[in-house]
């Protein structure tokens, strides 16, 4: 008897262990599993975490809005879709201006130049500086300007070469910048943004690409889009002409701590805008609006401008 108590109870006890080791086991692997699941959720935030204002609803076909303290983004519609640039194409013109040139280098408006679409009040044969032109050219979306810009650096690397030769080069120059920062769906075929055709634009990228651009330019040329902040700029070219430049932006005075703007508009693309504001010291936010209309692109701009102060007053 006490043999066969010894027995069972023997078995019981091994049972119990048995039971009990794969208990052990299988909390084992839950807590290995759950930990994973746990991991991956942290590391790899979902769609709805980086969408900031979930109820904004915006004319624009694409838009992107970024925060380059925190590289942070705050909202993303479409943002990898190349759309028509029309005028923001300028803003790569610029930069690969500045690359080519010296800015106090002198730029001549050649008749050529002139017979680029719309009359920015230039003279034929006046002179400017390179910087004064680049800073009229983008606060008033000049087409003359920039094709001045485009001919006379060009004129500069190949001497004796046809004019469509001069713009192919510095427009195969926008595309090299453009591969060397990564802007992958961004393509230029010539420097102004103008459209090559009724359904063709001058220019296509991404409103990602865009606000990526924007952010290159403020960390390694703070100066180029200075003169984008204000809304008059009285200009004098090297000939002691006056001209006065009136910013496209219409709602610059709307925007805190403005830092930089352009506007763009084509049949093809419609109304395209960037912003850059620094609502807080040391904080720009890049605004970047693609496809929407000549007043809606505004209206865009205001509604993620009041979405933007609102999520950081509630930070």
Do not use: C
């Not at 094709?147 to 190949?158: C, H, I």
């Not at 651009?213 to 070219?237: C, D, G, W």
């Amino acid at each position: 008897m006490d043999n066969q108590f010894y027995t069972v109870h023997h078995s019981e006890i091994r049972f119990f262990l048995i039971l009990s080791a794969v208990l052990a086991f299988l909390l084992t692997i839950s807590f290995i599993f759950s930990s994973a699941v746990e991991r991956r959720d942290r590391s790899v935030p979902s769609e709805a975490a980086s969408q900031q204002f979930p109820t904004v609803v915006l004319e624009a076909r694409a838009a992107y809005v970024y925060d380059a303290r925190t590289k942070a983004v705050l909202f993303a519609k479409n943002e990898n879709i190349p759309l028509p640039l029309a005028s923001l194409t300028k803003i790569m013109s610029a930069l690969v201006a500045e690359d080519l040139s010296p800015l106090y280098g002198i730029v001549t408006v050649s008749e050529e130049a002139l017979e680029a679409e719309g009359d920015s009040g230039f003279f034929r044969d006046e002179k400017w500086t390179l910087k004064d032109i680049l800073d009229f050219s983008l606060l008033t979306s000049s087409n003359d300007g920039m094709r001045a810009v485009a001919l006379s650096l060009g004129a500069l690397s190949k001497a004796g070469a046809s004019s469509e030769e001069i713009i192919g080069d510095f427009v195969g120059e926008m595309n090299r910048k453009a591969r060397e920062l990564g802007l992958k769906n961004t393509y230029f075929w010539n420097e102004t943004g103008l459209d090559e055709s009724d359904i063709k634009g001058g220019a296509y990228g991404s409103a990602r690409d865009m606000s990526v651009l924007s952010e290159y330019i403020l960390t390694h040329r703070p100066l180029m889009f200075e003169a984008t902040r204000k809304n008059v700029t009285i200009f004098q070219s090297l000939d002691d002409r006056l001209h006065v430049a009136t910013n496209t932006n219409t709602i610059i005075t709307e925007i805190p701590g403005l830092v930089a703007s352009k506007t763009g508009l084509t049949d093809t693309a419609g109304g395209n805008l960037i912003i850059v504001f620094d609502p807080e010291l040391g904080r720009p936010i890049i605004v970047s609006i693609l496809g929407s209309t000549e007043s809606g692109r505004f209206e865009d701009a205001r509604t993620l401008l009041a979405a933007i102060m609102e999520y950081i007053g509630n930070e």
